[in-house]
């Protein structure tokens, strides 16, 4: 829960998030860091440890960053660019090295407004998110339901593996 609301808080604050797969190798994580260059990583507890060294990591569950987010409430309004970066998704580099895809604000807008009503999700609906953030179709698994006032509800790895566990959550 902490990831998505990072990642709506990035994306209302202007600026672009980065998905990074704490479950993915480390030489990876450390090109995708080296090639997007963040400015800083948002992080909870033991995820903090799959950062890259270099990048300064914000802790969401360090209680000094909780109070400057308490005291910060309600959230500033703050004028989007559409040409900004809302994300960098990486490819699998199936075909040589990975490549960093930026997508920006606009597209991002455009391909959620596009898509709008087309899951059939409403108030009272809710869509069970299966896939690793670092995938793009995840922003559409997650902030889809949202923009339409449904819920989302996030499955973990341990249950994405297991029919009848994923079943069960279904």
């Known amino acids: 829960v902490d990831l998505v609301v990072a990642m709506v808080a990035v994306l209302r604050s202007g600026a672009g998030y980065l998905p990074l797969d704490p ?8 090109f995708m860091v080296e090639d ?3 400015v800083c990583t948002v992080a909870v507890g033991e ?7 270099g990048v300064p990591v914000l802790l969401l569950d ?6 400057v987010i308490v005291a910060a409430q309600p959230a500033p309004s703050v004028p989007v660019d559409p040409e900004g970066a809302a994300y960098v998704i990486h490819t699998s580099g199936s075909t040589g090295r990975p490549k960093g895809v930026v997508v920006s604000h606009g597209a991002f807008a455009g391909f959620l407004a596009a898509m709008d009503g087309r899951l059939g999700l409403g108030p009272g609906d809710a869509l069970v998110a299966v896939t690793t953030v670092s995938f793009d179709i995840a922003g559409l698994e997650l ?6 006032g449904a819920s989302v509800v996030l499955a973990d790895r341990v249950t994405v593996r297991d029919p ?3 079943s069960a959550l279904v």
């Open 47 to 53: 995820t903090a440890r799959a950062v890259p060294e």
């Open 23 to 30: 479950g993915f190798p480390a030489e990876r994580l450390a």
């Open 36 to 38: 997007a260059g963040p």
């Open 164 to 166: 009848l566990a994923l």
């Open 143 to 148: 902030f889809g339901p949202l923009v339409r």
């Open 62 to 67: 360090d209680p000094e960053v909780a109070a």
